[in-house]
């Protein structure tokens, strides 16, 4: 997370998470009105509630709903080994297309084969997907504060904002002009 930010935390039990069929693993979700709604009244609840009663119900509700929502690809993982995480960082703070596996491989003094593997045994995720996230993650960033959608498109090194646009719906579900308002 990037900015400021306003975190909230709904704790499930394993069991429960398993029974639900809710990731096992750190993931982004869409939001749904309904979910919003529901988190919003849960951060009155008290921490220990009657599992019968309306507090009960309403958690188990959430629960079902989380399990509902499709996740987002809004994941740029940071690797463990420290000067992969510094140029993983530096991209973070400077996302661009422009940036290549080649320079990366060179920066670390590997074969771009070894950094390949070496990438995604650290991520995860391949590459130009991790570098791909990073970039959304920017825009929804910087379109979040006003910037013009050409303007995000051009700094991020996509040929058009049309491309843009293309990627962004294709990942996201919609385009960047109706993101925002969308999830007002």
Known sequence: MRGPVTMLNTFVT??????????????VLE???LLRCLLDEAIDLPAHYDLDGREGKIMGLLVDEIATMPQLSLNAPLPADPQLARLCCAL???PSLQVDIDEMADALNMSRRSFTRFFRAQTGIGFAQWRQQACLLAAIARLGDGD??????????YGSPSAFTALFQRVLGTPPSRYF????
């Open 14 to 27: 394993a069991e429960t998470a398993q029974a639900k069929g809710l990731p096992a693993t750190c993931c």
């Open 31 to 33: 939001v749904s009105t």
């Open 92 to 94: 973070l703070d400077q």
């Open 148 to 157: 013009s959608v050409t303007t995000v498109a051009m700094d991020l090194g």
């Open 181 to 184: 308002k969308e999830r007002r």
